[in-house]
């Protein structure tokens, strides 16, 4: 990405965050920072194993335990699909619709729904303005504010935050009140962790382990029940993440699209379709 900026950067510059939003989310996921909205959102689903209520539904339907694979796979295909195209795409509307005839067969109180929520704006957010090639602007913070708020509203999620600050005070204050150790966290967790460990050769998993488990915070290897790697090892993980962000500054920008609904999937290798992702109801 030249240091002056991308032409996308540009384009985004010239949206408003309210009705722009869809049109800036697709920028900043598939343009101009693919990778690092892919890496914010592995880990904002690993945060929300921290609150008991969450990993206690995951651990009885058994889905992280017994196909973890499947059921990241899933969760990727269904963001990914809302990402790329938009909740008002037939291909988003379709995305959407799925999502909510799986959560339609649990009792999920509103509060985990809407801590759940929070996730997808606040970590992505976090994440590029630590290890991105540049900083969000406040207009890109506020386009995936009403982005996922829009799609919170089609979930049925009442009592959305009206304003950034206020859902962000929110995710903390149900941090604050819920992340605490569980069994369930650890075993949903460690399952998910070891899923994606998988995805290296064997012969470098023990590094990748450690490197992973460097990413969580103290309050979530708390809640984990996990021993955090030492202060070293974090920081030479930080640092690796943060040169990658200034290296991407020089670079030419993306010309492409990195769509992950074009590419395959681990559980999917021939495709699929969106209406048979997620159990079988």
Wanted: aromatic fraction near 14%; hydrophobic fraction near 35%.
């Amino acid at each position: 990405m030249p240091i002056w900026g991308s032409r996308y950067q540009r384009e985004i510059e010239g949206l408003e965050s309210i009705q722009d939003h869809q049109r800036i989310v697709h920028l900043l996921g598939c343009y101009e920072f693919p990778w690092d909205v892919t890496r914010s959102l592995e880990l904002a689903l690993l945060r929300t194993f921290c609150a008991p209520a969450v990993s206690q539904l995951l651990d009885q339907t058994r889905e992280f335990i017994d196909r973890p694979q499947k059921r990241y796979d899933d969760t990727d295909i269904i963001v990914s699909e809302l990402i790329e195209y938009g909740y008002e795409h037939e291909r988003g509307k379709a995305a959407l619709k799925r999502m909510n005839q799986i959560h339609g067969r649990f009792e999920i109180a509103n509060e985990d729904y809407l801590y759940v929520l929070s996730t997808f704006i606040y970590e992505p957010i976090r994440w590029i303005d630590r290890c991105g090639w540049r900083k969000l602007t406040e207009s890109e913070r506020l386009a995936l504010f009403y982005f996922w708020s829009e799609i919170g509203r089609q979930m049925a999620i009442r009592e959305i935050p009206e304003d950034y600050a206020s859902f962000e005070q929110y995710n903390q204050n149900y941090e604050e009140q819920n992340f605490v150790f569980q069994e369930s966290n650890q075993r949903i967790a460690r399952s998910t962790l070891e899923m994606m460990i998988g995805w290296f050769p064997f012969f470098i998993r023990p590094i990748v382990r450690t490197s992973m488990l460097a990413m969580l915070d103290e309050t979530m290897c708390r809640s984990f029940g996990f021993k955090r790697p030492h202060a070293v090892w974090r920081g030479v993980v930080d640092l690796s993440l943060r040169f990658r962000g200034l290296c991407l500054r020089i670079l030419p920008g993306r010309r492409r699209p990195r769509m992950r609904t074009a590419g395959t999937h681990r559980t999917y290798p021939s495709g699929y379709n969106i209406k048979h992702i997620g159990p079988k109801l």
